[in-house]
């Protein structure tokens, strides 16, 4: 079975600071994709990266980076330099063919 | 603007109402997708399409119906039959079904009196 934890439920921080969002994932397939989405409190998620099972390189964007790793099945995401704009719930999701597993999300307040 | 349009934003319903909510694309994609997100929680697929005239049901299908009579349309409706149907609806569609990035709408709110 295919599953997505994001151990951390909230999390607040100063601005700038950095700050690391966890996602871990579990599927026995060799053949997947993983997505990270920002839902801001309008609601609508906001599609961040996807990456593939067979590209472990890390990617950054700006001030946002994230880090895959097969070996202990993360793939966590970090905001360097924290801004209160980037207040908003954060969603990990892994995708096998038509089945799509979001995690629970990770509530993170960036207070000025 | 190419985008996902959702309506309405809130939605009120009594008891025993059979309600329908909207989803259109002009993104000319195949795919569309239907998730219910509970506070909290992450999202979980109610429905979904590949393309015309089909669809699958997802893991929390018991009390919802949809069709997909054309590309650019998705509408979901939630029959008396859903238990607990007070929730946060998304729709998504992709290029195609698969792999493919799924882009949201806004999402439509729906409280039950």
């Known amino acids: 079975a295919q599953k997505v934890t994001q151990a951390q439920t909230e999390i607040s921080v100063v601005e700038k600071e950095d700050v690391t969002l966890d996602c871990v994932y579990e599927t026995r397939d060799t053949t997947y994709y993983l997505f990270w989405y920002k839902q801001p409190p309008s609601g609508e998620l906001v599609f961040l990266i996807r990456r593939n099972s067979f590209d472990e390189q890390n990617e950054i964007s700006g001030r946002y980076s994230w880090n895959f790793q097969k070996s202990t099945s993360s793939f966590n995401f970090t905001i360097t330099a924290s801004q209160v704009v980037d207040s908003a719930v954060y969603f990990c999701a892994l995708r096998l063919y038509n089945d799509m597993r979001f995690g629970a999300g990770t509530r993170l307040t960036v207070k000025p | 603007d190419g985008g996902i349009t959702q309506s309405p934003k809130y939605l009120f319903r009594k008891e025993g109402q059979n309600v329908t909510l909207s989803c259109e694309q002009n993104l000319n994609h195949d795919a569309m997708y239907w998730y219910r997100q509970d506070p909290g929680q992450g999202l979980r697929l109610i429905y979904y399409?590949?393309?015309?005239?089909?669809?699958q049901k997802g893991d929390i299908a018991e009390g919802y119906s949809v069709s997909r009579e054309k590309k650019e349309s998705f509408p979901l409706t939630v029959t008396s039959a859903q238990k607990n149907p007070t929730a946060f609806y998304l729709c998504a569609s992709s290029v195609r079904g698969s792999t493919d990035t799924q882009y949201f709408g806004p999402g439509t709110r729906l409280t039950v009196l």
């Open positions: 399409s590949q393309i015309v005239n089909d669809f």
